[in-house]
């Protein structure tokens, strides 16, 4: 068997998820979502709380079944060997999942006993996985020992221990602080590096904007975009996010020029409004607003998240 | 089907491997109770409460010492409350404190496994503890203070087995069901004492109602068929009645095990 990643990218998707759907509680949590991911990419999903992303995670990596829709590894329907298709695949959930009854070595031997064919050389690859890993040094240690950094570090090598070739990474860096989440981000590079696909979710947008090679973006359990982030903050968004001070006597024109325009509502963020705008949109906004001060600067996803956040703007 | 034949899987045997690892990781403290417990009973009911009983207790017809009673009842009654706490605590914890589901959900392990895992274990870590306490047994027989037919013992060993398991499901379904683990004192004063008291494990059940009850316990069976067979009398009746009854809870039981958990642990 082969179990180190392959850096040569097949021709077709890795992981390729047609039309989910999943009913959790009698409520349509997932309805429809298509996505897909390669060797070597990290694909980003996103959306606000309750939008499906943790259950999307969930079929994909078999902890649900789904109700409807298809899901292929490499081509082939994962529901016909699902034992098999779970052999190559990393989860890293979104809560700390440690056996509290071992220490961080004895963590990750166990989990390599959760596969068939079992992983080659256990001791060596645990081995390398804590030196990888920067865990060497609490090897002997209890993972509730560990700060939340290294915590995170142990849950990610334990979903590597089987050398797995698609990893999925659940919110990896809630909780963290700055410099241990640019660790993860180093290691979640590192591994894109050597071939494996990654499916992240993350809340953070910074971190889906500097780690995803592409974003599918969830809303009310659909895909409301897929493709780069930067095409896809075109897509949702426009080019340029006008942002000004909401205290202005002329701020009942700019929304009634939003509303005439069909842009819905602004974006409100303690006092301030961000106006996504196409370049045509924009000056057309110069035009009607020439005395009024305001900032330009490119849209990012935490635009996008305020307004899949606001359904009804526009 | 496959979910009661994913007992015989791979994956059953490694979450098995798991709990023993874990086990044998505190053997020394692990092996305390079940050495202790037996000494414990015999010195206050064979011996404390059988002192009142000079002439003996009258079990199907015939006279029997009552520390003779109670040896066989205590290895019934060992099995049935390991094998429940087993999987009413120890999953439980797994399940809701410990996580340690869920993080075996994540690799190649199914629930089934998980389910099946948990009973047993249950099976295998009472038959240790019965194997156990047998051996104590033994011990107090070579002192002059037992005298059972030790030649039977090892045919002990696989029905305690199967009877562990069965009790496992039985108590991995109040593990689905109850909201914290505070509400365990419902299944435990509701069903757990109730079904330990009307067993005949402690004492014969003299009441003609009790006796007609305990016809569908299983532990009355066991207690009933393990004296049958150290006393040497009827264990033929009980142990096929224990085997009926085994059978349906591990039938009825597991399945409803793997539903119960699947809602609970995979919201599904």
């Known amino acids: ?314 | 089907m496959r979910g009661l034949t994913a007992a015989l899987e791979w994956q059953s045997r490694a979450v098995v491997g798991r709990h023993l690892r874990v086990y044998l990781k505190n053997w020394h403290t692990s092996f305390l109770p079940p050495v202790l417990e037996p000494i414990t009973l015999l010195l206050a009911f064979g011996l404390g409460l059988g002192a009142y009983m000079s002439s003996g207790i009258e079990w199907n017809g015939r006279l029997v010492g009552y520390i003779n009673f109670v040896a066989p009842g205590m290895l019934a009654y060992a099995t049935f409350m390991t094998a429940i706490f087993q999987s009413l605590f120890g999953a439980f914890i797994r399940m809701r404190y410990q996580r340690t589901w869920e993080g075996q959900l994540t690799t190649q392990i199914e629930l089934r496994h998980v389910v099946w895992g948990e009973i047993l274990w249950a099976g295998l870590l009472t038959t240790s503890y019965v194997a156990i306490v047998s051996l104590v047994l033994s011990g107090c027989q070579a002192l002059g203070v037992l005298q059972l037919r030790l030649e039977y013992l090892p045919l002990v060993i696989p029905i305690v087995f199967v009877a562990a398991c069965a009790f496992a499901a039985l108590g991995l379904c109040f593990t689905a069901l109850v909201p914290t683990i505070d509400h365990m004192n419902l299944p435990i004063f509701l069903v757990v004492l109730p079904v330990g008291f009307v067993s005949a494990t402690y004492f014969p059940l003299g009441h003609p109602v009790l006796a007609a009850i305990s016809t569908a316990n299983p532990l009355y069976h066991l207690a009933e068929g393990l004296r049958g067979l150290l006393l040497g009398d009827r264990a033929g009746y009980h142990l096929a009645g224990l085997a009926g009854l085994l059978a349906v809870m591990l039938v009825i039981l597991v399945p409803l095990d793997m539903r119960l958990l699947r809602k609970r642990v995979l919201g599904d």
């Not at chain 1, 897909?36 to 079929?59: S, W």
């Not at chain 1, 190559?88 to 390599?112: I, K, P, W």
């Not at chain 1, 996010?241 to 024109?253: F, H, I, N, R, S």
């Open chain 1, 1 to 314: 068997m082969k179990c180190v990643p392959s850096v040569i990218k097949p021709a077709g998707p890795l992981l390729e998820a047609r039309a989910l759907v999943k009913r959790l509680g009698g409520r349509l949590v997932v309805d429809g979502v298509d996505l897909v991911c390669h060797a070597g990419q990290v694909l980003g999903l996103l959306g606000p709380n309750g939008a499906g992303k943790t259950t999307t995670l969930r079929m994909l990596y078999g902890f649900l079944s789904a109700d409807a829709g298809a899901i292929r590894f490499e081509g082939s329907d994962v529901s016909r060997d699902l034992n098999r298709f779970k052999r190559q695949l990393g989860v890293c959930t979104q809560e700390d999942t440690f056996d509290g009854d071992f220490t961080v070595r004895q963590n990750l031997e166990v989990a390599a006993g959760y596969f068939r064919p079992r992983p080659p050389e256990v001791r060596r690859r645990v081995d390398e996985l804590l030196e990888r890993f920067a865990l060497a040094t609490y090897a002997g240690d209890k993972p509730e020992a560990l700060s939340g950094g290294f915590r995170r570090r142990l849950m990610i090598a334990r979903a590597l221990v089987h050398r797995p070739r698609l990893l999925f990474l659940d919110e990896p860096t809630t909780g963290l602080d700055p410099q241990a989440r640019v660790a993860v981000w180093d290691l979640v590079n590192g591994l894109r590096a050597e071939g494996l696909g990654i499916v992240l979710t993350t809340h953070y947008m910074d971190e889906a904007e500097r780690l995803s090679d592409a974003l599918t973006v969830l809303a009310q359990g659909k895909v409301v975009a897929h493709g780069t982030p930067k095409s896809v903050l075109g897509d949702m968004l426009g080019e340029h996010v006008v942002v000004l001070e909401a205290d202005g006597a002329t701020m009942p024109a700019v929304a009634a020029w939003l509303g005439t325009r069909g842009l819905g509502e602004p974006l409100a963020v303690l006092g301030v409004w961000h106006l996504p705008l196409s370049g045509e949109q924009l000056a057309d906004f110069a035009r009607s607003f020439p005395a009024l001060r305001y900032e330009v600067r490119p849209p990012n996803l935490d635009d996008l998240f305020l307004k899949l956040a606001l359904p009804c703007a526009g």
